[in-house]
């Protein structure tokens, strides 16, 4: 903002500069839009031992991933830590409505 501020006192052209700084905001806008839908949770599937996540972009796309076994469920109250196939989770209390219900499904489909 002060470099425009100072080339717009000194009566250059910023319309070049603007355009290519807009273009780059909303790249990178989009990028980081997307990187942020392909990694929020939105669905967790529990099938006995067997769990599928899925994220906002694969709800989306009604898209189905295959399934993993639970390796480790570690509820430390405000958040928990899952380990699905070789990935692991980190679920807020938040932003799970039914969050005990969901740890305790995990931790029984772990023992299946």
């Known amino acids: ?8 006192l000194e009566e250059l052209s910023i319309v070049p500069y603007a355009f290519w ?5 909303i ?14 949770i939105a669905e967790i599937h529990v099938r006995g031992p ?10 989306a796309a ?5 399934a993993h076994r639970v390796l480790d469920v570690r ?3 405000s958040w928990a830590d899952v380990t699905i196939g070789l990935t692991s989770y980190e679920l807020d209390r938040d932003a799970w409505p039914r969050y005990d219900d969901l740890v ?3 931790g029984a489909s772990r023992h299946e």
């Open 27 to 40: 790249l990178l806008a989009s990028a980081w839009t997307s990187f942020n839908l392909r990694r929020r």
């Open 50 to 59: 067997w769990v599928r996540i899925r994220s906002v972009a694969d709800v």
């Open 104 to 106: 305790t499904s995990l």
């Open 62 to 66: 009604n898209r189905m991933d295959s």
């Open 1 to 8: 903002m002060i470099a425009t501020l100072v080339a717009v």
């Open 75 to 77: 509820d430390y109250g």
């Open 21 to 25: 700084a807009a273009a780059g905001a």
